[in-house]
């Protein structure tokens, strides 16, 4: 399975289903194999980080760099997981898992608040200073209940999520943008 030379049996295809919670249709299944065999271009059985990169969609988003120190090196059975989480059939922990590794770069399973800041850069880029990014992001984790010093840890991103679906965030003083 690992081999782009390889063809998937039907084992591998129900291995890699329930290896992401079965998201994914055997078609699909068929289908994300085809692509990776072409993302792997030398055969290997894994996608490196400059295979990735040849995907013009990835390559222009603003968190490329930080997604690809999640992709760099996966088999095919761990590139269908790490897709599950993009998939319209994943449960909303899923994504806010796929989002908290994001921001927690370092792997350390918390986000600082300079994790954050980083990806805010990351996302707004020149748009906005470093200042108005700090202010809002203080604002926005003050009306959360958390600190500039806070340490977030998967299970706050899951209630903050909660917090922002069940209050109006929008309400953030956005003055000096």
Known sequence: MG???????QYDIEEVQEHCHKLFSQQEIVSLYQRFCQLDRNAKGFIS???????PEFAMNPLSQRLLKMVDGLNFKDFVAFLSAFSAKASVQQKIQLIFKVYDSDGNGKVSFNDILEVLRDLSGSFIS????????TQLLEEAGYSRDSYLMFDD???YHEYTTSHDTTSI???GF
Do not use: M, P
């Not at 081999?3 to 049996?9: G, R």
């Not at 980080?49 to 995907?55: Q, Y």
């Open 49 to 55: 980080a400059d295979e990735f990169l040849s995907v």
């Open 3 to 9: 081999n782009a030379s390889s063809v998937l049996t």
């Open 130 to 137: 470093d200042d108005q990014r700090e202010q809002a992001l």
């Open 157 to 159: 991103f899951i209630k």
């Open 173 to 175: 003083s956005l003055s």
